[in-house]
C-alpha cells in the first residue's frame, strides 16, 4: 500500500497510530492466523445481546416480579419504589409515581448498567467483540486511529470507581430481599426460590467485591503494608477474587437472569416453588 493510500484513510503517520501506519509490517491480509479467532468475540456478543434484550424486556414488563406467599421479589425490580408496585413488594417504601414507560426500579437499574458498562472486563469485552477494536489477537482493527478513552463518550468509564459504591449498594438491597424472602405469610420458610436468590446475591458480592475499584479501595493507596495489616489482609483476599473477575462477570449475568425468570414462573403461577421448610 502506498503512502498516499495511507494517508486516504486518515493514518496518522508521524505517531505511528493506526494498524496501517508506517512502523506497522506490510501485510495485505487482516490476519494470519488460521484458527477460528472469530468465535469467541461471537460468542461474546451474542451473550451481550441476549442479556439486553431479556433484561429490557422483563425491566419493562411490568408483572410477575413478586410472590407475596414467600416474599419472593425479582433483582430486577429491586427496590420497587413505584406507587404501583404490588402490595408488600416494596420493601423501603414507594417514592415515586411512575409513568407506565419507567421501570419500577428506575433509581437502582441505572446505576447498576452504568457499573456493568463501564467494568473493566466488559469493556474489554464489548471493545473486542462489539468495535473490533481488535476483535482478537495478531487480528487488524478496521479503525485506523486509536484515542483511547480520552474523548467523550469513552472518557465517561473513568466514573467506574464511583458506580462501584452505587453497586454495592444495591447488592446490599437485594440481600436484604434475599434475607427477608425467609419470612414469607406463613412465616420462616425456606424454598427453592429462597436457595436461588441467596445464591445470587452470594455471587453478586463476588463479581462486586473481584472489581479492580474494590481492589484499590482495598489497598490501592497504602504505601507501607506492614503498618496496616487488616487492610492489607483485605487487599490479598480481594486480589484472589479478582483474579476470577471476568467467570463472576458472566456467572453473575446469567444468574440475575435465571433468578428472574425463576420468581416470574413462580409469580405467574407457571410453576410452584418447591418448599423445603413450611
Partial sequence: MSAPDIESRGVDQQTGTGVLSRTRARIADRTLRTDRWWLSPLLTVLGLAFFVIYSTIRAFWGSAYYVPEYNYLTPFYSPCLST???PGSSHFGTLFDFPWFIPYAALSLPFLLLFRLTCYYYRKAYYRSVWFSPPACAVA???????GETRFPLIMQNLHRYFFYAAALVVL???YDAIAAFSGE???GIGLGNLILLANVILLWAYTFSCHSCRHVAGGRLKNFSKHPVRYWFWTQVSKLNTRHMQYAWITLFMLMFTDFYVMLVASGTIADLRIIN
Fill in 186 to 188: 406463613n412465616g420462616f
Fill in 173 to 175: 438491597i437485594n440481600t
Fill in 141 to 147: 482493527e478496521p479503525h485506523s486511529k486509536y484515542t
Fill in 84 to 86: 404501583a408496585c404490588e
